[in-house]
């Protein structure tokens, strides 16, 4: 049992050391922000979705309330660093899913204030008309070639 209590107390010494470093060593880092968390990703939702703001510029875009509520996704971004107490996000908003983009917007909350700050509209941008239950655009509004079908009729 000795020899095995001195690689324990081994094994302790040496975490120990290696927790004293990370103390010792940690800092505050001004001018940064960390990560955002899980629970912030879902109150940005929630914000950038309640906003009447950002629903009457979502519906100058051809998306309904309901829509907005069913396939629009937020992806917020940590936007830049305002002072400590300030924790600003720019979220890109997205239809269905990556593949559709609503541009035109420039949105900024406040995780801090928990609140919508700024919605800007930068440039107009009407969504193609989509069908609800497929999220595929409706062909009317659409290019008789979609980009992938131009690729591969170029190749050939």
């Known amino acids: 049992d000795g020899a095995g209590g001195n690689s324990a107390n081994a094994s302790e010494q040496e975490f120990g050391d290696s927790f004293r470093f990370i103390l010792e060593s940690f800092r505050i880092a001004e001018h940064e922000q960390p990560a955002m968390m899980s629970s912030e990703y879902v109150l940005c939702e929630e914000l950038v979705k309640d906003s009447a703001e950002v629903q009457a510029a979502l519906e100058a875009r051809g998306i309904s309330k309901e829509q907005c509520e069913q396939h629009v996704m937020v992806d917020p971004w940590i936007s830049f660093f305002d002072g400590p107490s300030k924790r600003l996000v720019r979220p890109l908003l997205f239809y269905g899913d990556y593949s559709r983009p609503i541009e035109g917007l420039d949105i900024v909350v406040d995780m801090g204030s928990e609140e919508v700050v700024l919605v800007e509209e930068m440039f107009e941008a009407p969504m193609a008309h989509v069908n609800p239950a ?13 980009w992938m079908e131009r690729e591969e009729a170029s190749t050939q």
């Open 134 to 146: 497929t999220l595929e655009p409706e062909p009317d509004v659409l290019s008789e070639w979609t």
